[in-house]
């Protein structure tokens, strides 16, 4: 049931108005011809995991080529006449945070193109799969790579880019459609969880051609002062513009709570806007101040993780079932032989949220648990990918929920 009194109209206004405030940001910290020149050797450098686009064009490119990609995404939305609802918010918020390391303003159209071609191949309407043609795009990495990091004559290198491109946006949608009964919606990156599986067949073809993608860590350091200004006003304007909206209240924000988070659970309709903006921008102040407790970095990943916590509070995960993962996550490096602010550490907490719903459906040990475990895969699952999949996350949260799941609900049946 809906429960928002918001019109259409104004949510795509207020989510417009942050997408210009990464376009305004970006103006404000660096001059246009930095900006211009650092956006052009975003577009043109591999972006493997783990690729910082503030190492690569600097701060001011980095955030205008999420700005910008960001509008694009709200207008292909609205093109396609699509009411904003929670999967819409969780959609755009990635595409922001991604688009600070990974995908850009050129190699995201072949995929989104790839999708396209599938649906009129079905004889349906874009509409019906643009949630996946802009998930999909995790794997843009892999047109960049072939395009610019392979030693092969041009008139090689674009048309296979071009066609391994359109190739994974035709065989993504009936993929997701099929790979989500795996895991029963408990990893909310289903499309990261599909796009490993992709990106596994793909790179192992490439490699028996003696194509070996590098690994590579383009992690920046220093911004935190800054990036944390920026993220706060965001997130603290968030709260009140949603407080607002709520008639000035916090009323609904606890039902929120009471949701396990499994998809599809969406808070804009079950819950209406104004609580779900609030919960969203508790969501980033709880992954800013977690960064900084545990001394980590504010750049261009880590900014990616906890937009796609405030994007996903639109769609899923809120503290409650949030916060057992990142315990689980921390207690691990109390154990294992990484430091909790190791870059792909703080990712996995970050973007091991993905098994929220596991702490909200089955209790908060359960969700220490698929915490601790995810640590661990996440850093062993890259490799077969080769970093090509920007939603490695996503990949490692799919396998620890098909594995974990079902024998949960086994001991949990026995207690019953």
């Given at each position: 049931?809906?429960?928002?009194?918001?019109t259409?109209?104004?949510?795509?206004?207020?989510?417009?108005?942050?997408?210009?405030s990464?376009?305004i940001?970006?103006?404000?910290?660096?001059n246009?011809?930095?900006?211009?020149?650092g956006?052009?050797?975003?577009?043109?450098e591999?972006?493997?995991?783990?690729?910082?686009?503030?190492?690569?064009g600097?701060?001011?490119?980095?955030?205008?080529?999420?700005?910008?990609l960001?509008?694009?995404a709200?207008?292909?939305l609205?093109?396609?006449?699509?009411?904003?609802n929670?999967?819409?918010?969780?959609?755009?918020?990635?595409?922001?945070?991604?688009?600070?390391?990974?995908?850009?303003?050129?190699?995201?159209?072949?995929?989104?193109?790839?999708?396209?071609?599938?649906?009129?191949?079905?004889?349906?309407?874009f509409?019906?799969?643009?949630?996946?043609?802009?998930?999909?795009?995790?794997?843009?990495?892999?047109?960049t790579?072939?395009m610019?990091?392979?030693?092969?004559p041009l008139?090689?290198?674009?048309p296979?880019a071009?066609?391994?491109g359109?190739?994974?946006?035709?065989?993504?949608p009936?993929?997701?459609?099929?790979?989500i009964?795996?895991?029963?919606?408990?990893n909310l990156?289903?499309i990261g969880?599909?796009?490993?599986?992709i990106?596994t067949?793909?790179?192992?073809?490439f490699?028996?051609?003696?194509?070996?993608?590098?690994?590579?860590?383009?992690?920046?350091?220093?911004?935190?002062?800054?990036?944390?200004?920026y993220?706060?006003?965001?997130?603290?304007?968030?709260?009140f513009?949603?407080?607002?909206l709520?008639?000035k209240?916090?009323?609904?924000?606890?039902?929120?709570y009471?949701?396990?988070?499994?998809?599809v659970?969406?808070?804009?309709?079950?819950e209406?806007?104004g609580?779900?903006l609030?919960?969203?921008?508790?969501?980033?102040?709880?992954?800013?101040?977690y960064?900084?407790?545990?001394?980590?970095?504010?750049?261009?990943?880590?900014?990616?993780g906890?937009?796609?916590?405030?994007?996903?509070?639109?769609f899923?995960?809120?503290?409650?079932?949030?916060?057992?993962?990142?315990?689980?996550?921390?207690?691990?490096?109390?154990?294992?032989?990484?430091?909790?602010?190791?870059?792909?550490?703080?990712?996995?907490?970050?973007?091991?949220?993905?098994?929220a719903?596991?702490?909200?459906?089955?209790?908060w040990?359960?969700?220490?648990?698929?915490?601790?475990?995810?640590?661990?895969?996440?850093?062993n699952?890259?490799?077969?990918?080769?970093?090509?999949?920007?939603?490695?996350?996503?990949?490692?949260?799919?396998?620890?929920?098909a594995?974990?799941?079902?024998?949960?609900?086994?001991?949990?049946?026995?207690?019953?």
């Amino acid at each position: 049931m809906d429960n928002d009194n918001i019109t259409n109209k104004k949510k795509y206004l207020i989510v417009l108005c942050y997408a210009l405030s990464l376009i305004i940001f970006a103006f404000l910290v660096d001059n246009p011809k930095n900006i211009f020149k650092g956006l052009y050797l975003i577009l043109i450098e591999p972006d493997i995991l783990i690729t910082d686009y503030i190492g690569v064009g600097g701060m001011g490119a980095t955030f205008l080529n999420s700005g910008i990609l960001m509008i694009l995404a709200l207008f292909m939305l609205y093109k396609c006449r699509i009411n904003i609802n929670g999967v819409s918010i969780a959609c755009l918020f990635l595409v922001a945070g991604f688009s600070m390391f990974g995908k850009n303003i050129f190699n995201v159209w072949f995929i989104i193109g790839g999708v396209y071609i599938y649906a009129r191949i079905q004889k349906d309407k874009f509409s019906k799969y643009i949630y996946i043609a802009l998930f999909g795009t995790c794997l843009s990495p892999m047109v960049t790579q072939i395009m610019f990091g392979i030693d092969k004559p041009l008139m090689v290198r674009v048309p296979v880019a071009i066609l391994v491109g359109i190739s994974i946006g035709i065989i993504l949608p009936p993929l997701s459609a099929y790979l989500i009964r795996v895991h029963q919606g408990f990893n909310l990156y289903n499309i990261g969880f599909v796009a490993g599986i992709i990106g596994t067949i793909f790179v192992s073809v490439f490699k028996s051609y003696g194509f070996l993608p590098e690994s590579r860590l383009i992690w920046t350091t220093e911004n935190n002062v800054i990036l944390s200004i920026y993220l706060f006003t965001m997130f603290i304007l968030m709260i009140f513009i949603g407080f607002y909206l709520n008639d000035k209240s916090f009323k609904n924000l606890r039902n929120i709570y009471s949701y396990p988070g499994r998809a599809v659970t969406d808070f804009i309709l079950l819950e209406g806007f104004g609580p779900t903006l609030i919960n969203m921008g508790i969501n980033g102040l709880i992954g800013v101040i977690y960064i900084l407790i545990v001394d980590g970095d504010l750049n261009g990943p880590i900014i990616g993780g906890i937009f796609t916590l405030v994007g996903f509070g639109a769609f899923g995960k809120h503290g409650k079932n949030m916060l057992p993962i990142f315990l689980g996550v921390y207690l691990g490096s109390l154990t294992k032989i990484w430091s909790i602010n190791d870059p792909s550490i703080l990712l996995a907490a970050l973007f091991g949220t993905t098994l929220a719903p596991i702490a909200g459906e089955f209790g908060w040990k359960y969700g220490i648990l698929a915490g601790f475990i995810h640590s661990s895969v996440v850093l062993n699952v890259g490799v077969l990918h080769g970093g090509l999949n920007l939603y490695n996350n996503g990949f490692a949260g799919g396998i620890v929920a098909a594995t974990l799941v079902p024998v949960i609900e086994a001991f949990r049946k026995e207690e019953v």
